[in-house]
Nanobody, 124 residues
Framework: QVQLVESGGGLVQAGGSLRLSCAAS????????MGWFRQAPGKEREFVAV????????YYADSAKGRFTISRDNAKNTAYLQMYSLKPEDTAIYYC?????????????????WGQGTQVTVSL
């Protein structure tokens, strides 16, 4: 079992930055790939980024490439999503998720555990 708790969301002006954190419980955090998804009002949940358990593989959605960076600290059982150059269209609830197999990483159904989400709002 893995429990995930996101933090770091908030209100930021366009062009600003935020770093989201995802704290995981359990000693098996290092065995899990960690992903970030987001869901804007009235829209489906969408993939943002994923980092493999050993940090050897990283994938980003086109909307995140060049602006977001996913990382993890296995010693702290924490994953991060650093976001730069934020845009109003980045406004959403951001969720972290964990799975054991990287296959299908862009699909929410591939993830076994989810956090409760943290709100990110980007104003003009």
């Amino acid at each position: 079992q893995v429990q995930l708790v996101e933090s770091g969301g908030g209100l930021v002006q366009a062009g600003g930055s935020l770093r989201l954190s995802c704290a995981a419980s359990g000693r098996t955090f290092r065995n899990y790939n960690m992903g970030w998804f987001r869901q804007a009002p009235g829209k489906e949940r969408e993939f943002v980024a994923v980092l493999s358990w050993n940090a050897a593989m990283t994938y980003y959605a086109d909307s995140a490439k060049g602006r977001f960076t996913i990382s993890r600290d296995n010693a702290k059982n924490t994953a991060y999503l650093q976001m730069y150059s934020l845009k109003p269209e980045d406004t959403a609830i951001y969720y972290c998720a964990a799975n054991r197999y990287i296959t299908g990483y862009a699909h929410s159904a591939a993830y076994d555990y989810w956090g409760q989400g943290t709100q990110v709002t980007v104003s003009l």
